[in-house]
């Protein structure tokens, strides 16, 4: 496209009035979600249900309850590329409970985007209420959904811990995961357990608007994948939903203005709170949708994992390996990003040496051009990464207990840790095993609950 045409978009897209949620729809497997900027043309993103069960009359009203979420939270990605003054939802306003949902996902969802294009989004997310008059009075009814679970699956540690802790417990589980990776399918078909791979394709004129030059940046890509799994609980019959969420997704990364920013916000329990009690007056009284790992720290994750030895040469939390564009790792870790070097500190407390390097295929934390990056999980000198990671404290704590090994006090970034960061902290803080130790904040059912102590043990 030639630049005056591309500029004159740009100012286009940035004059936009109004983001507008058109319509959505639902027919063999397939549901349309319909979005516009202003009257422009339609955004239409797809997302599949493979080998979809016709739906029971009983579930229709849950079922589009659950579809009309998805519709609206899945916007933000459209939102976002523009990030107009004005929301309009074409087939009717909200009651109370979904705006406040919806106005908190993309105010504390969109955080880091806000913060790295410098907007502010704070008291500029309105959506549109009905009047007292018009709100639904009815909470929604149980509607005898069968006992069992669906787990969504990232390719990663946490959600493997989830699985196996389901599968001690003789759960009736079911591994799910939206989109093509052949890592992620990999993983699944490890675990043993039925399988159900959702598609989603976003608009293409989306990626054409990023190229050009549009707001873009991160989104809550959990929330929209919790949408989706809420509806395929009703869809295929599942009475829970259960993320592999710790508590350590709560911790923000920094404040701006005025607002905390946390990369991992729609993994936090703020959010988990929320859309539970929304599905639960909106969809279902008998769904739950909850984070099985949220007593839990990362520490407390990584070890329960470090026991998981089948899944050493499947899993990845490398998040280079699940970007949609760009570069792929030549093998399942790149050994640069922040995922890469909290997932070796966190494990080398737990396993041998040996194992976690032919796991890895090399000593990250022998290799001194990574300090600055080891230094940011550490919040030394740097602010806690945009990832996927656990808290500075835990990392301290881990450090701290490989200082004291001597298979790992020669390793340069370990001896650097000794020498020039240990003596600037408090001894009190860097003990490993209160990390170790569950909370009681958590909202897993309870015919789920023991696979907590199959976790903590």
């Known amino acids: 496209m030639p630049e005056k045409t591309v500029v004159q978009t740009l100012q286009q897209l940035h004059r936009t009035r109004a983001f507008r949620f058109l319509r959505c729809a639902y027919a063999d497997g397939v549901a349309e979600l319909v979005y516009a900027l202003d009257d422009g043309p339609e955004l239409v993103e797809r997302v599949r249900f493979p080998q979809a069960p016709p739906l029971a009359p009983e579930r229709r009203a849950a079922f589009a309850a659950a579809l009309r979420l998805l519709h609206l939270v899945a916007g933000i990605s459209y939102y976002k590329a523009a990030v107009p003054p004005v929301i309009e939802v074409v087939d009717g306003v909200l009651d109370d409970a979904t705006a406040d949902l919806l106005e908190a996902l993309y105010v504390h969802g969109l955080a880091e985007f806000a913060y790295r294009n410098g907007l502010d989004l704070h008291g500029k997310v309105v959506f549109p209420r009905a009047s007292a008059s018009e709100r639904p009075s009815a909470a929604a009814p149980a509607l005898h959904l069968p006992r069992r679970t669906l787990v969504p699956i990232g390719g990663g540690k946490d959600s493997l811990v989830v699985i196996e802790a389901l599968k001690s417990i003789g759960a009736d589980a079911t591994v799910a995961w939206v989109g093509t990776s052949p890592l992620i399918a990999a993983c699944a078909e490890r675990t043993g357990l039925p399988l159900l791979n959702i598609g989603r394709e976003l608009a293409p004129e989306l990626f054409e608007l990023n190229r050009l030059g549009a707001w873009n940046g991160h989104i809550p890509v959990t929330a929209v994948n919790s949408a989706i799994l809420v509806l395929a609980a009703v869809l295929y019959g599942y009475d829970a939903v259960s993320f592999a969420n710790e508590r350590s997704a709560s911790a923000a990364t920094l404040e701006y203005a005025g607002q905390q920013v946390n990369h991992q916000w729609s993994k936090g329990y703020a959010f988990e709170q929320l859309l539970g009690v929304w599905v639960h007056a909106h969809v279902a009284a008998d769904l739950d949708y909850c984070s099985l790992l949220r007593p839990f720290s990362e520490l407390a994750v990584t070890r329960a994992f470090a026991r998981l030895t089948p899944y ?139 696979a907590l102590a199959a976790i903590a043990e």
């Not at 890895?360 to 919040?379: H, I, M, V, Y």
């Not at 650097?416 to 904040?441: G, K, M, Y």
């Open 312 to 450: 050493f040469d499947v899993f990845s939390s490398c998040n280079r390996n699940f970007k949609l564009l760009g570069p792929k790792p030549a093998d399942r870790w790149c050994g640069c990003c922040p995922k890469c070097h909290f997932v070796f500190l966190a494990l080398a407390p737990f396993l041998p040496k040996p194992r976690l390097l032919s796991i890895f295929g090399r000593n990250l934390l022998d290799d001194e051009a990574l300090a600055p990056g080891f230094d940011a999980l550490l919040e030394y000198h740097e602010h806690k990464p945009f990832e996927c990671v656990g808290e500075a404290a835990e990392a301290r704590a881990a450090m701290a207990a490989l200082a004291n090994r001597p298979e790992w006090q020669e390793d340069v970034l370990v001896a650097r840790f000794r020498q020039l960061i240990l003596p600037q902290l408090d001894p009190l803080t860097l003990a490993l095993e209160p990390w170790l130790v569950p909370s009681t904040e958590h909202r897993v059912p309870p015919h789920l609950q023991p």
